[in-house]
Each structure stands twice: as C-alpha cells, then as structure tokens.
C-alpha cells in the first residue's frame, strides 16, 4: 500500500512558476515508477510526466515540453513536477500516481498502469 499526498497547487499569473510535491508513505518507493497526471475542467485525466523507479529515465507530454521538470528523490520518498512559464490552459487539478513496475528503466504512460493516487492539488493559471 502507498500513500501519496500532494502539495504546492495554487495560483499564478501567466509566465510564473509552481513547483508541486507528492510525499508518498508506504513501502518500497523504489518499486514504483511515479507521474503527474493532470485533469481540467470537463476533460479527460490527461499524462503531464512520468519518471522510472531509479529517476534515469522521463517522459513529457507534448505540451508541456521545455517548460515542466519532474523529478524524485528516493531517499526522502518524494517526486516533485517543477513548472515553469506557465499557461491557462495548464489550470488543472494535477494528480500524483505510483505505479508497480520490475522493469527499472520503465516509465508508465497509461493511466491504467498506475496502482495508488494522490487527492490531487488545483493550479490555476491565470492570463
């Protein structure tokens, strides 16, 4: 069992920064390969970016590309999504997700492959 939390959603002008954090309790962190997904209003729960269970490999979205920045620490059990230059219509709740994977290098680009969900944080972006 995993526990996540989320941390450090809110507000922001357009061009400005938010770096969200996900503690996760539970066992064996380094067993799971973690991502932040995201959900707007009226939309479908959409991948941002995902990270292998040693933190060597990544994905983005698209959209996101050159502007978010995920990353983990193994030792404190935390993953965290730097986001940079931010636009509208990155106002979102964003999830953090930890999936079970004995493939190290793995990174999770599915919804579906990921086991335990955080309650999610709202980041608003205003223009």
């Known amino acids: 069992q995993v526990q996540l939390v989320e941390s450090g959603g809110g507000s922001v002008q357009a061009g400005g920064s938010l770096r969200l954090s996900c503690a996760a309790s539970g066992r064996a962190f380094t067993s799971y390969a973690m991502g932040w997904f995201r959900q707007a209003p009226g939309k479908e729960r959409r991948v941002v970016a995902t990270?292998?269970?040693?933190?060597?490999?990544?994905y983005y979205a698209d959209s996101v590309k050159g502007r978010f920045t995920i990353s983990r620490d193994n030792a404190k059990n935390t993953v965290d999504l730097q986001m940079n230059s931010l636009k509208p219509e990155d106002t979102a709740v964003y999830y953090c997700?930890?999936?079970?994977?004995?493939?190290?290098?793995?990174?999770?680009?599915?919804?579906?492959?990921?086991?335990?969900w955080g309650q999610g944080t709202q980041v608003t972006v205003s223009s």
């Open positions: 997700a930890a999936g079970f994977t004995r493939v190290g290098g793995a990174v999770l680009f599915v919804d579906a492959d990921y086991n335990y």
């Open positions: 990270i292998s269970r040693s933190g060597g490999s990544t």
